[in-house]
Nanobody, 124 residues
Framework: VQLQASGGGLVQAGDSLRLSCATPGRTFSGYGWFRQAPGKEREFVAAIRWPGSNTFYTDSVKGRFAISSDIGRTTVYLQMNYLKPEDTAVYYC????????????????????WGQGTLVTVSS
């Protein structure tokens, strides 16, 4: 299953974007969004898991980003508000067959499927 990430673009600081990650024909127990800025390592951004619809965020995006899904859990969204230049990165969605526990959600190694990445550029 190839995850299909979309929604990136060039915006100004303070603007909003919504990223989408589609998993046609299959649902997973956990989804994560990660990002990688130029010259930096890939970092965790947000995750959601079921049952429970629990959400997790890295501190730098709390209060600005929100992860959610459609009812069928075949598309996961990352709503990004009040974007900052430091949010500039390639954003990747990832999916886990198994429900990740709290200590796992930030670990990219537990995700079985990855999308191709979508570029978000925030100008100052």
């Amino acid at each position: 299953v190839q995850l299909q990430a979309s929604g990136g673009g060039l915006v100004q600081a303070g603007d909003s974007l919504r990223l989408s990650c589609a998993t046609p024909g299959r649902t997973f127990s956990g989804y994560g969004w990660f990002r990688q800025a130029p010259g930096k390592e890939r970092e965790f951004v947000a995750a959601i898991r079921w049952p429970g619809s629990n959400t997790f965020y890295t501190d730098s995006v709390k209060g600005r980003f929100a992860i959610s899904s459609d009812i069928g859990r075949t598309t996961v969204y990352l709503q990004m508000n009040y974007l900052k230049p430091e949010d500039t990165a390639v954003y990747y969605c990832a999916a886990s067959v198994n429900r990740p526990i709290n200590t796992q959600v930030r670990n990219p190694g537990i995700y079985n499927q990855w999308g191709q990445g979508t570029l978000v550029t925030v100008s100052s």
